[in-house]
């Protein structure tokens, strides 16, 4: 099993809070490697042309459009590398932290949330172990999720035709087999956002008078 960390590289605060998440999964014997973010500069309108994917779907209110597309990008990528590698991925988003040991599942089936929620209300599973996804009725947060080389595929496959932020594509709607595990073991520890507008941050569990959007 691979783990991955989506890491802006030009922005300190990024890779400052990316090393906490490398150190955090230190502690529970997880090798995190950084991953080089998609970043607006790289113009991810082109990017999503040349792979086929609409763009429509990250014109929304809660999000900065390029940020949010290319943040949507980074995901994409790994599930590209993921199939290439035919093994098993973790994937974080730099504000994430391990906080808990990681099972080593054998038989979850394509895409299972690990993180805990980040914002809004959610419900708790009620089974320790491997749910279907239960917090919300898509993942709630892209901050922590493991991946087989058969449901990136399935992720991929769907990106062609119905693209959104990541968390909001990631599903239930879009793909009724995707599967949470509980006790979460991964939180979002965030106090900045370089993808949301305000209105984005709002429902956030971490936002208040400190946070920033950069």
Known sequence: MKSFVIT??????????ADRCIKSGAKY?????????????????AIAEKLGIPIDGFKEVYSRFENCLAAFLSHYHLW???????????????????????????????????????????????????NPLTSKRYFPGAHGYMLTPAGAKMLISKAKTSAA??????????????????PWAV????????????????????????????
């Not at 802006?8 to 809070?17: F, K």
């Not at 990631?170 to 087999?177: A, G, I, K, Y």
């Not at 956030?204 to 959007?213: A, F, L, N, R, V």
């Open 8 to 17: 802006i590289m030009s922005n300190e605060r990024s890779v400052q809070v």
């Open 29 to 45: 014997g997880i090798d995190i490697e950084k991953f080089n973010a998609i970043v607006p500069e790289k113009h991810p309108v």
């Open 80 to 130: 590209e590398q993921c199939v290439l590698d035919n093994e098993t991925y973790t994937i974080f988003e730099h504000d994430a932290v391990v906080v808990a040991h990681i099972p080593i599942f054998k038989s979850f089936k394509h895409a299972m949330n690990i993180g805990a929620p980040s914002y809004g209300k959610a419900q708790t599973p009620m089974i320790l172990g491997v």
């Open 187 to 214: 939180e979002a520890r965030d106090s900045f956002t370089t993808i949301q507008k305000q209105a984005g941050c709002l429902a956030k569990h971490s936002y208040g008078e400190t946070y920033d959007i950069i």
């Open 165 to 182: 932020p990541t968390d909001v594509f990631m599903s239930l709607q879009n793909f009724p087999t995707l599967q949470e595990y509980y």
